[in-house]
Antibody, heavy 121, light 109 residues
Framework: EVQLVQSGAEVKKPGESLKISCKGS????????IGWVRQMPGKGLEWMGI????????RYSPSFQGQVTISADKSISTAYLQWSSLKASDTAMYYC??????????????WGQGTLVTVSS | SSELTQDPAVSVALGQTVRITCQGD??????ASWYQQKPGQAPVLVIY???NRPSGIPDRFSGSSSGNTASLTITGAQAEDEADYYC????????????FGGGTKLTVL
């Protein structure tokens, strides 16, 4: 059974750093891209970026380039999303998801349960 | 990058058919995928590719595409189908990224 299990909720202060995780199981972790998706309170889904754990090739959506860092440790089948200096506007639910598909289109077929990040002074 | 446009809200009477649409230039080149999200839950893939349903998704859900518009159709909507629905497509920039539509809130009356 394919599963993506994310780390637990976090409460942080502005300016603090944070790294959240997404552990995959039940499939070849190095053979699929993993995507990170942001959902701000009461808002829609936003594509942040993707990583290919096989070689750590990483792509960022323009809005998130320079704002976050996506990484992966294939030895433990885990992808990460990190911030060096959090802002209140980073308060959101963050999902990881497995990317499948081909040249005709991609889709996110398995999702983590989400990690709620709250940034407040 | 690309943009995908969805109607913010749609309603349907119980047991009737409803179509949720998604428009964007990238849909001329790539299939859309559709996600259902209920309050407090992670999104769930309901349609992908030309018209494919993951295991466990009822066959009342179907997808279609024409030109720059992709559609998700629910034939015989049930109360449990009330949710937010998001379309997604591959970004036409070629960097393997994607883009989501703004979402459609479906109300089953």
């Amino acid at each position: 059974e394919v599963q993506l299990v994310q780390s637990g909720a976090e409460v942080k202060k502005p300016g603090e750093s944070l790294k959240i995780s997404c552990k995959g199981s039940g499939y070849s972790f190095t053979s699929y891209w993993i995507g990170w998706v942001r959902q701000m309170p009461g808002k829609g889904l936003e594509w942040m970026g993707i990583i290919y754990p096989g070689d750590s090739d990483t792509r960022y959506s323009p809005s998130f380039q320079g704002q976050v860092t996506i990484s992966a440790d294939k030895s433990i089948s885990t992808a990460y999303l990190q911030w060096s200096s959090l802002k209140a506007s980073d308060t959101a639910m963050y999902y990881c998801a497995r990317l499948s598909g081909d040249s005709s289109g991609y889709y996110l077929d398995y999702w983590g349960q989400g990690t709620l990040v709250t940034v407040s002074s | 990058s690309s943009e995908l446009t969805q109607d913010p809200a749609v309603s349907v009477a119980l047991g009737q058919t409803v179509r949720i649409t998604c428009q964007g230039d990238s849909l001329r080149s790539y299939y859309a995928s559709w996600y259902q999200q209920k309050p407090g839950q992670a999104p769930v893939l309901v349609i992908y590719g030309k018209n494919n349903r993951p295991s466990g998704i009822p066959d009342r859900f179907s997808g279609s595409s024409s030109g720059n518009t992709a559609s998700l159709t629910i034939t015989g909507a049930q109360a449990e189908d009330e949710a937010d629905y998001y379309c997604n497509s591959r970004d036409s920039s070629g960097n393997h990224l994607g883009v989501f539509g703004g979402g459609t809130k479906l109300t089953v009356l």
